[in-house]
């Protein structure tokens, strides 16, 4: 009864339009992470394009939450928006965590798996971009985003493949004549596996806000 009266009732729709830029902003982080993981001269540039993309992910995200405690009537459950935008803002966050780790360690050069991992998240952030503007017509596109979800499932599971044999790569090449080079590079692919959970994190929110509301 309350949901089909909270159906008549005008909404706050700023929060589409918020959830689509702070999607534009993972693509753009995702797209950067990837061309530093093919190394070389652009590492440094790519990091601090990455830290300027979690810069602007965080005012956006503080504009979601100030609108949700204005606004009187918001599109579906306030603790739902929340989570949402906090899980988008998450992924960026873990990228900018690989960027530390990056910096940290003056790495300039990535493993294959690594390179291969970089590309996973770009299609990880891409089917985010492609399922938050579904969002603003949920019950209609509901099929649609969950075979996004699903979609980003497999991702996912790809990108643990990938981690377990970058790191057993780098025990067999690094593990006894350059143990230092193991753990950095084993850091590196924790991270990354990091960043493409948090977008199965953003999936699984979405998941959930299709269920609730349709």
């Known amino acids: 009864m309350m949901g089909w009266f ?5 909404r706050e ?22 061309r530093l993981l093919a190394g070389g001269p652009a590492v440094a ?6 830290v300027a993309l979690e810069n602007k992910a965080d005012a956006i995200t503080g504009e979601v939450l100030a609108a949700v405690r204005r606004s009187f009537i918001t ?3 306030r603790g739902d928006i929340k989570d949402l935008i906090q899980s988008m803002d998450d992924a960026i966050d873990t990228m900018h965590r ?12 990535f493993h294959p798996r690594m390179r291969e991992m970089g590309g996973l998240v770009v299609q990880a952030a891409n089917l985010v971009a492609q399922s938050v503007p579904l969002l603003e017509k949920v019950s209609a596109n509901a099929v649609r985003l969950n075979a996004l979800a699903e979609e980003l499932t497999r991702v996912e599971g790809r990108s643990d ?4 044999l970058g790191v057993k790569e780098l025990f067999r090449t690094h593990g006894k004549s350059d143990p230092m080079a193991y753990i950095i590079g084993r850091e590196i692919y924790a991270d990354l596996e990091k960043v493409v959970d ?15 509301n349709v």
Request: include cysteine.
């Open 161 to 164: 493949e990938l981690h377990d």
């Open 198 to 212: 948090r977008f199965e994190d953003v999936a699984n929110e979405i998941s959930g806000i299709v269920i609730e």
């Open 75 to 77: 599109p579906f459950d």
């Open 13 to 34: 729709d700023k929060f589409f339009d918020l959830f689509r830029a702070h999607s534009e902003v993972l693509v753009a982080g995702a797209e950067a992470l990837d």
């Open 98 to 109: 690989t960027v530390k780790t990056v910096m940290l360690y003056e790495q300039t050069e």
């Open 6 to 10: 909270r159906r008549l009732l005008p």
């Open 45 to 50: 540039e790519e990091c601090r394009r990455i």
